[in-house]
């Protein structure tokens, strides 16, 4: 991680109502805090309309306490590599059934749209595919592994 | 205009005739082809099942259908806003769920419903086989494109199955329950089950597809001996023939109205909704996790829908997948 890679993350935080931030990278690791009490708030979810004439209003139904919105899962520079993020809570699938072969492996080379995972949510049977042609470097989570929203599923390497 | 095209179009008329008998030469006029080629599509309608009677001088008359799920069937009852104001039908596809997908891929509008009368592939969770028997059953998909963000779409998953199990409610007068949460169940044993599947991207849902089968007329003989689960049909529960027809009908007309209330409310309406079917709450269970297999009295759902245990040492355990068996 170099000075520019910090002020990049540094403006991410800061653009969002992210209070406090944290990374850990190998040996290094990196904490932004702003403000001086951690100021928690309700946001609701983004409301994107992509093509429905009468938009609903949205509003999120968490029961939950209220939970700062978590930063989007957007692909961000590390170390040349970018990150395959989680877009829902649920259980990670690296094959379509269990006798099958994996989507993917390290090394495997795989095309924009090609299917590199499922997340299973409540039944709901989410296919993540690739959004670009990319190399697979690392994949983090093991096959049947419950991951949370927006954590890093996959490293790769775009091509 | 396909030959199925044409074949619905004869059937709107003679639904039109209400009974009385329709000429050839109107058929012919009306829909642009030879005398010969409208016997011809009699012959092949005749051969799905409709009874049409012919009558020198007067014509053709219908005077019996199959029970298909032809569109021109189904929408004469439908009365949707959304959900089937595109109706696609195969007499035998590989998944309704695969098509779907197809088909939202190239654009489909929201709401788009296909239909088959039997499916060869009928695909289950995690590459498991759905049994699709030709013209017993009930399997379909809906492409939904809603404006919601894609952490949120599995709370669709309960929309769908509230609203096949009011459907089931209509349409036999039993009471069905769900199984957390998306099996629906007739006295223990499954009758429905759900596969919905997304497509996103990271924030966007691109498009949604809800795969519902339901074992409408289904005989006993015809379950395999190895399933997972103790399954049954709306037929061998009540122990008549349901009209696959309606009971679609029904279904579609129930997702119409829970899909309005979710895009106008949210998700709480929602979740009621589909309490009105849970029967565990209170009750000893046990689920099967990845992790391994954990007892306890289940106490209800948290907002999100995940189920909600009290384990022996009394503390509270969030469940978001597993399969419940009460004890």
Redesign the interface.
Known sequence: MDIKDIKVLVKLVTQTDITEFELENGDQKLVIRRGSAPVVTAIPAPVINPVQQTPAPFVPTSAAAPEAAPEMPVKSATEGCEKVLSPIVGTFYRSPSPESESYVEVGSVVEKGQILCIIEAMKLMNEIEAEFKCKVVKILKENAEVVEYGETLFLVEAL | MSQQARQLQILKLFQQQQGAYLSGAEISRVLGVSRTAVWKHIEQLRSLGYRIEAVTARGYRLHGSPDLLLPAEIRTELETEVIGRELVYFAETDSTNDRAHALAREGAV?GTVVIAEAQKAGKG????HWVSPPGVNLYASIVL?P????????????LSAAAVARAIAEMTRLRPTVKW??DVLLSGRKVAG?????????????Y?VLGIGININMTADQFPADLRYPASSLALETGSTVSRRLLTCALLRQLDKLYALY??Q???PILQAWQDYFDLTGQQVEVSE?AGICRGRVLGL????ALLLRLADDSVKRI??GDVRPL
């Open positions: 929201e969770r995690l590459g498991r494109r404006s919601i963000a894609p952490r949120q779409a599995p709370q669709l998953t309960f949460p998306n759900l596969l919905n599947e997304l497509d996103a991207e990271t924030e966007r849902i691109r949604l895009l106008e949210g998700f709480e990845q948290d907002g999100e829908g978001l997948a």
